[in-house]
């Protein structure tokens, strides 16, 4: 194992040219330090000083050695620094999932908001459904989840972050597409996309509640949002999907707001109470001042 003491020595006897001079700034007397460094010749193996000159010459293992002792030096320093940071959590690592709807508006907000308030604080994104996501905050691989409901309230914490309104995507050509807003009874009779209603349990759940009453034909179980409005272009059917989805501007696709729709889509950023990473209570804390969308 070399020692970062024998490491500084040898760097300082190469910023010095001399064994007596790197001795005095190192306040030591120069027998323990020609030791030290014939010490670490040993460990890393080869000569790093060419011992037929007069004066201190490096051998190439030792200019080698040189470029990388410094560089260990250098982290060594900044090491303390860079774990007083971490502890305060305005450095470190936060791990958000995310669900691919909440892609479309609310995260791109959140990163920016989190980049101007911790300038360094790593993000680091994982893109999986709800369910997932509270998987993977139990076993500790994410530190917080933007994620739909359920879930245990009383094995989470949480916040409501964002909420918005269902709107209708139609084909360009279909009869509803130059209507607005759209009465729930009119898709009796219609061909719907539908969510499966394992991984997307949380908008299976809402749309079938909203649709209960409604005699329509479910074509396909999907998951994912930008996949129905594929389908959607397709003339495969129609689709209830949150209203951040327009952003997408899928060509062949018509939204319209639906009538008589009270239930809005809701978001919670999601974190394990007794998550211990200082840098995800920091990004929490953020979440109170979040600018709103525009």
Request: aromatic share 6%; net charge negative; glycine share 12%.
């Given at each position: 194992m070399v020692s970062l003491e024998h490491v500084r020595g040898f760097v300082t006897v190469v910023e010095e040219g001399s064994f007596r001079r790197a001795a005095e700034r190192l306040r030591m007397t120069q027998p323990p330090l020609s030791r030290q460094i014939q010490k670490l010749e040993r460990e890393v193996?080869?000569?790093l000083f060419d011992r037929t000159q007069r004066q201190v010459r490096l051998t190439p293992a030792g200019e080698v050695f040189l470029v990388e002792a410094?560089?260990?030096?250098?982290l060594a320093e900044a090491a303390p620094d860079a774990a007083r940071l971490v502890a305060a959590g305005t450095a470190g690592a936060v791990?958000?999932?995310?669900?691919?709807?909440?892609?479309?508006?609310?995260?791109?907000?959140?990163?920016?908001?989190?980049?101007?308030?911790?300038?360094?604080?790593?993000?680091?994104?994982?893109?999986?459904?709800?369910?997932?996501?509270?998987?993977?905050?139990?076993?500790?691989k994410l530190d917080l989840a933007l994620?739909?409901?359920?879930?245990?309230?009383?094995?989470?914490?949480?916040?409501?972050?964002?909420?918005?309104?269902?709107?209708?995507?139609?084909?360009?050509?279909?009869?509803?597409?130059?209507?607005?807003?759209?009465?729930?009874?009119?898709?009796?009779?219609?061909a719907l996309l539908v969510y499966a209603p394992g991984p997307a349990r949380y908008f299976a759940d809402l749309v079938a509640g909203i649709l209960a009453a409604v005699p329509y034909t479910a074509t396909h179980e999907l998951t994912q949002v930008h996949t129905m409005l594929a389908l959607v272009a397709a003339g495969r059917g129609l689709a209830l999907v949150p209203d951040s989805a327009t952003h997408l501007?899928?060509?062949?696709?018509r939204f319209r707001p639906l009538a008589g729709i009270d239930d809005p889509v809701v978001l919670h950023a999601v974190w394990r109470r007794d998550c211990a990473n200082p840098a995800l209570h920091r990004v929490v804390a953020l979440l109170d001042s979040l600018p709103p969308a525009h």
């Open positions: 193996g080869v000569e410094r560089r260990l030096l250098a791990r958000i999932g995310f669900t691919a709807a909440s892609g479309f508006g609310f995260l791109g907000r959140l990163l920016n908001h989190v980049e101007q308030g911790l300038p360094g604080v790593e993000v680091v994104l994982r893109e999986m459904v709800s369910s997932e996501q509270f998987a993977n905050l139990r076993s500790g994620a739909r409901p359920p879930f245990d309230a009383g094995e989470f914490d949480c916040r409501l972050v964002h909420s918005e309104r269902l709107v209708l995507a139609v084909p360009a050509t279909h009869r509803l597409a130059g209507l607005e807003p759209i009465p729930i009874d009119d898709l009796g009779g219609e501007h899928p060509d062949g696709v």
